[in-house]
């Protein structure tokens, strides 16, 4: 009889906490398109984070981006990030993301250059000036590398807005 009251309880506070816990959630994300003379890339990127308070916030996102450049190459790339958010004052939001992409490559065979598909980790640490829900910021991908990254450059320019 004691487990049953303590299940009933356990019931009760559950569902007494639920409205709580999506009142702390926000979601947001990234949609990316750009084309050229032969060129096409889209990306479609949600995020959600859970704010603990107004200082902390943890969050999970999917990465999706297709890319081509005609008579050259196309490329996928899927993924996932965990990113951490930190704001040791209103107008300041310090950022740790880890994402983690698989990343295909088909090059035109004319080019002789061998088709790639692998795992690639990106960490960037980031800062940002923040406004109410929009932060503008830049970040830097500690584990960027040249000839692997989709990446131009370690350095990145970003808008986040959570909703």
Do not use: C
């Amino acid at each position: 009889m004691i487990s049953l009251s303590l299940s009933g309880l356990a019931q009760i506070n559950a569902r007494q906490s639920s409205p709580d816990f999506w009142s702390h959630v926000r979601f947001g994300g990234g949609i990316g398109l750009s084309f050229g003379d032969g060129f096409f890339s889209g990306t479609l990127a949600p995020s959600a984070i859970y704010e603990f308070n107004e200082q902390f916030a943890l969050g999970v996102g999917l990465n999706g981006t297709y890319n081509k450049r005609k008579d050259f190459y196309k490329s996928t790339v899927f993924g996932g990030s965990l990113i951490g958010l930190f704001n040791p004052i209103k107008e300041i939001q310090l950022s740790a993301e880890f994402e983690e992409l698989n990343v295909n490559r088909k090059w035109d065979d004319r080019y002789n250059i061998a088709n790639e598909n692998y795992w690639y980790p990106g960490l960037f640490l980031g800062a940002a000036f923040r406004s109410q829900n929009v932060a503008v910021g830049i970040r830097y991908d500690v584990l960027y590398d040249k000839e692997k990254s989709i990446y131009a450059d370690p350095w990145a320019p970003f808008v986040r807005v959570y909703f």
